[in-house]
């Protein structure tokens, strides 16, 4: 078995349990047991996935220039996923911050998503690939807005809470994404249309800002309750 042959199998592998493991946190209870260990479970999953997305996609994207503009796709992806899947972790164990934060790793994890965002948005304009410039700006905006949080205190009481959720979501978007592109030709679906490719997207920015605007409405200090929901709510979130 090659190296191709075995990065592709293993991303193929992981790709599954990712796929799979993505939708029981979203439904179990926050914080819980099954919450926690299904979602490391995912965020092992993507972190395999673009590890061997980067051997499969970036030997492609060398060695095959026919095929850069699906190769760079793929890199992107998977970079917003593991990027994202990271943020909503790291989240968690720097929910006590009240300054910026500056880990090297974190910043760098953003800085590099932002920075394939661009290069993937300006790729797919030079050459004509709406889909690459079309969904480009969900990594720039990911990776900017990224940015400023770890180098801004939070504004915000429950900032990790949202911060994590929002990571997640998009961390679901870029594997459904995916999923999608690689078995759109078993769906009927030719070429790599737009519109298509973007619903996931389009439902999973919608259902963040409406589960978003909930749990504010539920954080939000209450005039007749004798006590209001603090950082430490939610700890088993963190895995402590």
């Known amino acids: 078995m090659t190296l ?8 193929i592998a992981a790709g599954v349990v990712g796929f799979i493991s993505l939708w029981l946190p979203l439904v179990a209870r926050k914080g819980g047991t099954l919450h926690r260990r299904v979602g490391w479970v995912y965020v092992g999953a993507m972190g395999v996935v673009a ?8 030997s492609r994207f060398v060695l095959e220039p026919a095929a850069r503009s699906t190769a ?12 994202a899947s990271s943020l909503g972790v790291r ?14 790793l974190d910043l760098a994890m953003a800085g ?7 290069f993937t948005a300006g790729w797919g304009v030079v050459m004509h690939v709406p889909l690459l410039w079309g969904f480009a700006p969900v990594g720039i905006y990911t990776g900017a807005t990224t940015l400023h949080y770890w180098l ?6 429950m900032h990790w809470w949202f911060q994590h959720m929002g990571a997640m979501v998009t961390s679901g978007i870029g594997t459904l994404t995916a999923v ?16 298509v490719f973007l619903a996931p997207t389009v439902v999973g920015v919608t259902g963040l800002r409406i589960w978003k605007r909930y749990y504010r409405q539920k954080f939000s200090p209450r005039p007749t309750a004798t006590s209001t929901p603090s950082d430490a709510v939610p700890p088993a979130l963190s895995g402590e």
Do not use: C, D, W
């Not at 989240?91 to 090297?104: E, F, I």
């Not at 999608?180 to 519109?195: F, K, P, T």
């Open 91 to 104: 989240v968690l164990r720097a929910r006590h911050r009240t300054g910026a934060h500056r880990s090297l």
């Open 72 to 83: 760079l796709f793929f890199i992107y992806l998977s970079a917003q996923s593991a990027a």
């Open 51 to 58: 590890a061997s997305a980067l051997v499969l996609s970036g």
């Open 112 to 118: 590099l998503l932002l920075g394939l965002g661009l």
């Open 152 to 157: 801004n205190p939070p504004k915000e009481r």
């Open 4 to 11: 191709f042959s075995l990065a592709r199998s293993i991303h």
């Open 180 to 195: 999608l592109v690689v078995n759109a030709r078993h769906l009927g679906i030719s070429g790599m249309q737009l519109a």
